[in-house]
T-cell receptor, first 115, second 111 residues
Framework: EAGVAQSPRYKIIEKRQSVAFWCNPI?????LYWYQQILGQGPKLLIQ????????DSQLPKDRFSAERLKGVDSTLKIQPAKLEDSAVYLC?????????????FGPGTRLTVT | KQEVTQIPAALSVPEGENLVLNCSFT??????LQWFRQDPGKGLTSLLL?????REQTSGRLNASLDKSSGRSTLYIAASQPGDSATYLC??????????FGTGTSLTVIP
């Protein structure tokens, strides 16, 4: 089974520029998550999709961040304009039910550096 | 709001030692708790998942316990090896398949 794919793996931009990240979840996984992980902290949920609908985006800074999941498969996360504090690893995960429980599977992440 | 705390933040042990990592959470209304491993520059790898109705789960040298009423979970690693060096994260699942992560414990196993 192929894992969660993310690209790019690394990105360096200047503040006020825009950037986009792409995620391809595991085939058949209905739920997709974007997390932000700042150095030394645990992942923080930005947005959760169920198929192509948003379940939770309460912690997404909507003035600068946007995300979409067209056709309930791939997803993109965009930041415009970027700030220095957006420097972090952006993790995508997809989820499924296994053994009557629910598990998440993570991609390798995109490391963003804003200068 | 669910708060998840992990203690200690960092731990260094000699190879072969048994060790315990701690995770505490404020809201006991959880569906399950999952332990992950994160290697530098990589994503998270699931180690163990404990359902809210379970007390513990084991996989090889790893054993995770859950005491939902007290809001605590522990990850026990037996006979530690240098390859166990990584950051260990716990995450609790609440309604709507929402997950809340702790800040992690950075483990170094010294050969």
């Amino acid at each position: 089974e192929a894992g969660v794919a993310q690209s790019p793996r690394y990105k360096i931009i200047e503040k006020r520029q825009s950037v986009a990240f792409w995620c391809n979840p595991i085939s058949g996984h209905a739920t997709l998550y974007w997390y932000q992980q700042i150095l030394g902290q645990g992942p923080k949920l930005l947005i959760q999709f169920q198929n192509n609908g948003v379940v939770d985006d309460s912690q997404l800074p909507k003035d600068r961040f946007s995300a979409e999941r067209l056709k309930g498969v791939d997803s993109t996360l965009k930041i415009q304009p970027a700030k220095l504090e957006d420097s972090a690893v952006y993790l995508c995960a997809s989820g499924r039910i296994r053994d009557s429980s629910y598990e998440q599977y993570f991609g390798p992440g995109t490391r963003l550096t804003v200068t | 709001k669910q708060e998840v705390t992990q203690i200690p933040a960092a731990l260094s042990v000699p190879e072969g030692e048994n060790l315990v990592l701690n995770c505490s959470f404020t809201d006991s209304a959880i569906y399950n708790l999952q332990w992950f491993r994160q290697d530098p520059g990589k994503g998270l790898t699931s180690l163990l998942l404990i359902q809210s109705s379970q007390r513990e789960q084991t996989s090889g040298r790893l054993n995770a316990s859950l005491d939902k009423s007290s809001g605590r979970s522990t990850l026990y690693i037996a006979a530690s090896q240098p390859g166990d060096s990584a950051t260990y994260l716990c995450a609790v699942r609440r309604t709507g398949n929402q997950f809340y992560f702790g800040t992690g414990t950075s483990l170094t196993v010294i050969p």
